[in-house]
Nanobody, 122 residues
Framework: QVQLVESGGGSVQAGGSLRLSCAAD????????MGWFRQAPGKEREGVAA???????TYADSVQGRFTISKDNAKPTLYLQMNNLKPEDTAVYYC????????????????RGQGTQVTVSS
């Protein structure tokens, strides 16, 4: 059973930083591509970032250069470091995974966590 548990959301002023964490079950962590997507009220879901078996990464244009996705070799945890946050980054952020790289690349993950709220004020 896929288990994904996010933490680290919160409120921050524009220009600030937050780091999201996602504790995953070992099988998912070791065998699936993983990533983050976000959902803002009234907006479509947006794939934010993804990381693959070879540790290559992809990012949405809207976050490129500001967000960094990474995995911790010591424990099955996925991270999203978010710098220079903007009000338009406000959304619920979901940790997600899929067994297909294409789904991760498109942000249409099969599995997701419960989500964590990120609010950026101007």
């Amino acid at each position: 059973q896929v288990q994904l548990v996010e933490s680290g959301g919160g409120s921050v002023q524009a220009g600030g930083s937050l780091r999201l964490s996602c504790a995953a079950d070992k099988y998912t962590y070791n065998n699936y591509c993983m990533g983050w997507f976000r959902q803002a009220p009234g907006k479509e879901r947006e794939g934010v970032a993804a990381i693959y078996d070879d540790r290559s990464t992809t990012y949405a244009d809207s976050v490129q250069g500001r967000f960094t996705i990474s995995k911790d070799n010591a424990k099955p945890t996925l991270y999203l470091q978010m710098n220079n946050l903007k009000p338009e980054d406000t959304a619920v952020y979901y940790c997600a995974a899929d067994n297909l790289d294409g789904a991760c690349y498109r942000g249409t993950f099969k599995y997701r966590g419960q989500g964590t709220q990120v609010t950026v004020s101007s």
